[in-house]
């Protein structure tokens, strides 16, 4: 999901799609809880108590794999334009990141993926270093960030 924003500059930011809240995942989390319980008891009530184990795993799996999601959440880009700088701060899941360029020499670089299927790939590049960015949006959603960008950052004015 791309924001833009314009507060003296530019600013685009980047975060995943947030289709469920904390809450809303709480509740999920406790309806499949009950609903796969209430089964396995009922099967454990009629002789079939091996199924117990197998849901506790089952339900352990499922509660790690939403708080995965729910840590994946969190992350998030932005990118700010000023006049003479383009910043880049990154957070996720190894910390916070910041780098900065010369808005000048920045360019904006858009790979093509090497096989059919793959999705693109998008830097910023300046002085020989660059940053990925968009690694968060889909493919379609990193082709609109790279010409927004470009129409924000034209190298070499």
């Known amino acids: 999901m791309i924001e833009y924003t314009n507060d003296n500059f530019d600013r685009f930011i980047i975060k995943p799609n947030q289709s469920i ?24 009530l009629n002789g079939i108590w091996i199924i117990m184990p197998f849901t506790g795993f089952e339900m352990l799996f499922l509660a790690l794999a939403l708080s995965y999601c729910y840590l994946k959440r969190n992350q998030y880009e932005i990118i700010s334009i000023t006049d003479s700088k383009v910043s880049i701060l990154s957070r996720f899941h190894r910390g916070k990141k910041e780098y900065n360029m010369e808005r000048y020499w920045t360019r904006v670089v858009l790979d093509k993926p090497c096989h059919k299927g793959h999705p693109h790939k998008l830097f910023l590049r ?18 609109k960030l790279a010409k927004l960008l470009k129409g924000k950052i034209p190298y070499g004015h």
């Open 21 to 44: 809240s904390a809450g809303g995942l709480k509740v999920f989390f406790t309806l499949i809880f009950s609903v796969s319980f209430i089964i396995a008891i009922f099967f454990a």
């Open 126 to 143: 300046s002085h020989g270093k660059q940053t990925e960015i968009g690694a968060l949006l889909n493919d379609d959603e990193r082709l």
